[in-house]
T-cell receptor, first 111, second 115 residues
Framework: QKEVEQNSGPLSVPEGAIASLNCTYSDRGSQSFFWYRQYSGKSPELIMSIYSNGDKEDGRFTAQLNKASQYVSLLIRDSQPSDSATYLCAVSGSGTYKYIFGTGTRLKVLA | ETGVTQSPTHLIKTRGQQVTLRCSSQSGHNTVSWYQQALGQGPQFIFQYYREEENGRGNFPPRFSGLQFPNYSSELNVNALELDDSALYLC??????????????FGAGSRLTVL
């Protein structure tokens, strides 16, 4: 079992729709959770971080964390073509120094 | 405030050669981590440096080594290059401590091609 799993996609949604990206992780001791966006040929950039169960909203983005189910998701409302990218889920444990990344989900927003 | 800068941006090497990649951390950040990202994969943790000492290492062989300097900049050295070392090498800085996990800020990366 991979430590952080994501559906590789591509996930295609029409412009203006809600895109839902999912991630599961295997280490129950994980404490910090991150979503990064990576455009083709570029480096990852932080979209959201979440540390406690529940929802966290920032503009069009909402991160959801359920530690009991070892599940973290990212919702993108009013999706735009510029949101087309690979979204990486990253997980870090308490007192650890490394992030474990999933392979990423490729999102395509169709105009 | 300057971000994380990496050099070179692209380079081509042949098998068996050695390469040094460089990274300047973001202002105010004292911790540098290096990740390898192969095509179509997520970044894989190589190692992290804090206060000039290696503070954790991923599943990479000893031919991957690094340094951190007093100004918090860092180098990644790879000896005896193999074809599978072809990847995007990402440097990330953070303001973390030895025990804390903090938000990583990535540089633009160095794309290494090994022929």
């Amino acid at each position: 079992q991979k430590e952080v799993e994501q559906n590789s996609g591509p996930l295609s949604v029409p412009e203006g729709a809600i895109a839902s990206l999912n991630c599961t992780y295997s280490d129950r001791g994980s404490q910090s959770f991150f979503w990064y966006r990576q455009y083709s040929g570029k480096s990852p950039e932080l979209i959201m971080s979440i540390y406690s169960n529940g929802d966290k909203e920032d503009g069009r983005f909402t991160a959801q964390l359920n530690k009991a189910s070892q599940y973290v998701s990212l919702l993108i409302r009013d999706s735009q073509p510029s949101d087309s990218a690979t979204y990486l889920c990253a997980v870090s444990g308490s007192g650890t120094y490394k992030y474990i990344f999933g392979t990423g989900t490729r999102l395509k927003v169709l105009a | 405030e300057t971000g994380v800068t990496q050099s070179p941006t692209h380079l081509i090497k042949t098998r068996g050669q050695q390469v040094t990649l460089r990274c300047s951390s973001q202002s105010g950040h004292n911790t540098v981590s290096w990740y390898q990202q192969a095509l179509g994969q997520g970044p894989q943790f190589i190692f992290q440096y804090y206060r000039e000492e290696e503070n954790g290492r991923g599943n990479f062989p000893p031919r991957f080594s690094g340094l951190q300097f007093p100004n918090y900049s860092s180098e990644l050295n790879v000896n005896a290059l193999e074809l599978d070392d072809s990847a995007l090498y990402l440097c990330a800085s953070s303001s973390g401590t030895v025990s804390g996990a903090n938000v990583l800020t990535f540089g633009a990366g160095s794309r290494l091609t090994v022929l």
